[in-house]
């Protein structure tokens, strides 16, 4: 026997006959029903709503995510989970619980997503699951989110994957011209455009196979860059990261049609050839108006790949202690000292030898391996947000692309002008995007924010007693917080529902950061005294 089970509104009567019965009806029942094809002997499978509400809950073990997406007629491809048989038990004083539920709330409610907790272990042992570590369960589901979009990054090529070998002269020399990261950054990142017959050709995603080699070396890098955090930081680690990771993912997911209100555009990766007709909506179903970011799933890579690497070695102070330390990076970068690092690190371990299988995936030409290069450094050096001279910037550019004035027309601007003109607005949303997502716990559930506000104060007060912060963080905190709602994370919600791209997640967003501030400004000044006294007890232990 086989179950399966999928959450959402019914509609429910009595139908009159010989044999009078109630019966449900409604797209929830449907989309049960068609799961039955996929359903295994003495197995439930859920849907991805039904393991939301599971994972709301605080019941996040007792699922776990099939192996791959499964196709449901009317549907398309989806993500399911298998209820586990038995629930994970958890050693005393283990953080992990705490840690990926956390992260599983913070992606909550995504379409075509997969919820954090036990994301992409698949192997259906639970022994094997219970002896996992939080990082390489972490591991697993950055894995499980980037593997899939290199699969459509293929399909994107026509299902090629050749030896790039042609190109180790240009990734050898890529990033080394004798200057910084920082000098490489760029106002406008030209984007792929794709034609609809191009579009038309491209294979299913779920039918491409990047093969054991190449995932395997994905979870190696990923282990590897892992590795590369340092877990002491309370904050700046790869639990940071990965959260980070699962807000661009949801905002990714919620890109929406400009000037259609909030309906959710449908994602490259649900993208059926066999059910469109119309090359113009075929283009515009895949773009979505997203001015070219949803069609191209290596810029949706590049920037999932950003959110993973962006704080690669941070050494848990901010940049100007690095400069006024005069640290041996800060000799080198001047300014932006961790995120050019972590760029130069990250790089440098991706183009190493042992994982060319995996770049191949990435990349297949001079041009898409300089576009993901651009896409990783504007990406990564957008999350310093306080560098004054990198602010003044990204508002004159942002203003450039959204400002009053009247779009370019074709006869005014041509073709070139056009895609020049969305070609900026795409280079500065992905900036805010990333952004946002640095400090997406400001606009989520109160206790979200409450959790990683205490683990960067925990760090800033860390380094104060260190000696390595010039005054008491404490002191300044709670109105500090106030700040940093008032001037940057409220106005940058509200940017993220101007752009008109990110449909009901700006509106969301918005409204977490308002209610997060408001409860901050009752809580706060005895949450911080709360704050202290933790960090007394975990001295004295």
């Known amino acids: ?10 509609t429910a009567g009595v139908l009159r006959g010989e044999r009078s019965r109630f019966q449900l009806f409604g797209d929830t029942m449907n989309t ?8 295994e002997r003495n197995r439930i499978q859920l849907s991805l709503a039904t393991a939301n509400m599971l994972s709301e809950a605080g019941l996040a073990t007792w699922i776990m995510p099939r192996g791959g997406k499964i196709y449901v007629k009317g549907k398309g491809e989806m ?3 298998w209820l586990r048989k038995s629930k994970a038990r958890k050693s005393k004083g283990s953080d992990t619980k705490s840690d990926m539920t956390t992260l599983t709330e913070s992606a909550e409610t995504v379409e075509e997503s997969d919820s954090v907790e036990d994301i992409g272990l698949g192997f259906g042992d639970d022994y094997h699951h219970e002896r996992m570590t939080k990082i390489e369960r972490l591991v697993e589901w950055n894995v499980e989110v980037l593997a899939p979009l290199l699969q459509q990054i293929i399909a994107s090529r026509g299902g090629v994957v050749n030896d790039i ?3 180790s002269g240009v990734e050898q020399q890529i990033g080394k011209g004798g200057g910084t990261v920082l000098d490489e950054f760029t106002s406008i990142i030209p984007l792929k455009r794709f034609e609809a017959e191009d579009l038309r050709a491209r294979p299913r995603p779920s039918s491409i196979d990047i093969g054991g080699e190449a995932k395997s070396q994905l979870r190696s890098y ?8 340092h877990d002491k930081n309370p904050f700046h ?3 940071h990261a990965s959260h980070v990771t699962a807000s661009v993912k949801k905002l990714l997911t919620r890109i929406v049609k400009v000037g259609e209100g909030n309906g959710l555009a449908v994602s490259s990766s649900s993208y059926q050839t066999d059910t469109i007709n119309d090359d113009e909506n075929l283009v515009d179903l895949l773009a979505g108006h997203s001015y070219g970011i949803t069609s191209d799933p290596l810029t949706q890579f590049a920037v999932l790949f950003s959110a993973i690497i962006h704080d690669v070695d941070h050494p848990g102070v901010p940049n100007a202690q690095l400069v006024k330390e005069n640290t041996r990076n800060a000799q080198i970068y001047k300014k932006s000292v961790a995120e050019q690092n972590s760029v130069e690190l990250a790089w440098e371990v991706l183009m190493s030898d042992e994982y060319s299988s995996l770049r191949s995936c ?5 041009a898409d391996l300089r576009r993901f290069r651009q896409l990783v450094v504007n990406a990564v050096m957008a999350t310093d947000i306080v560098d004054k001279e990198l602010q003044a910037l990204r508002k004159h550019r942002w203003e450039a692309a959204f400002s009053n004035a009247s779009p370019p027309t074709p006869s005014s601007f041509g073709k070139h002008g056009i895609e020049k003109h969305d070609d900026r607005k795409a280079t500065i949303v992905l900036e805010h995007l990333i952004q946002a997502s640095d400090v997406s716990h400001t606009m989520q559930h109160w206790h979200i924010y409450k959790d990683w506000n205490e683990r960067f104060f925990m760090e800033c007060y860390r380094a104060y007693k260190n000696g390595r912060a010039g005054s008491d963080p404490s002191e300044n905190w709670y109105k500090g917080e106030i700040g940093f709602f008032d001037f940057y994370v409220i106005p940058l919600a509200k940017k993220l529902e101007s752009c008109g791209v990110f449909g009901v997640s700006s509106d969301e967003y918005l409204n977490y950061a308002k209610a997060n501030r ?4 009752r809580e706060g000044e005895v949450i911080v005294q709360q704050y202290l006294a933790e960090y007394k007890d975990e001295e004295e232990l």
């Open 1 to 10: 026997m086989s179950c399966r089970n999928c959450s959402g509104q019914v």
């Open 32 to 39: 049960a029903a068609r799961m039955e094809q996929s359903g």
């Open 79 to 81: 993500q399911t989970y």
């Open 165 to 167: 070998a042609t190109l």
């Open 222 to 229: 990923l282990s590897q860059i892992a590795g590369m955090y």
């Open 237 to 239: 680690n790869f639990h």
């Open 362 to 366: 990435i990349y297949q030409t001079e």
């Open 518 to 521: 408001d409860e901050w400004v």
